[in-house]
């Protein structure tokens, strides 16, 4: 399996911007589809956007469409959620995760591997 740590979370005005970073080691990043999820405190851990693993294709949810933008550098290994107009109720815990293709990094079920999650707070 291939390891993922998060990084970017913290505090930020609505309005403001954010930008995630998932590093990843351990097996052949660019074998894997990427995705993130968020988790807000009493509600299901839901998904936010998946990258195919060539960054070609990306899949985000209706939530964030036209806000949040992912990317990835497959020679950093490392995979990127740039966050822009956040709002207080874009507030969780944001979770790295990889599979072995979009369709897998954009259910819960279908994930292989996860990050340990990097808090996001938006400040109304």
């Known amino acids: 399996q291939v390891q993922l740590i998060e990084s970017g979370g913290g505090l930020v005005q609505a309005g403001g911007s954010l930008r995630l970073s998932c590093a990843a080691s351990g097996r052949t990043f660019s074998n894997y589809a990427m995705g993130w999820f968020r988790q807000a405190p009493g509600k299901e851990c839901e998904f936010v956007a998946a990258?195919?693993?060539?960054?070609?294709?990306?899949d985000y949810a209706d939530s964030v469409k036209g806000r949040f933008t992912i990317s990835r550098d497959n020679a950093k290994n490392t995979m990127y959620l740039q966050m822009n107009s956040l709002k207080p109720e874009d507030t969780a815990v944001y979770f790295c995760?990889?599979?072995?293709?979009?369709?897998?990094?954009?259910?819960?079920?279908?994930?292989?591997?996860w990050g340990q999650g990097t808090q996001v707070t938006v400040s109304s």
């Open positions: 990258i195919t693993w060539s960054g070609s294709s990306t």
């Open positions: 995760a990889a599979g072995p293709r979009l369709g897998m990094v954009r259910v819960v079920s279908g994930v292989g591997s």
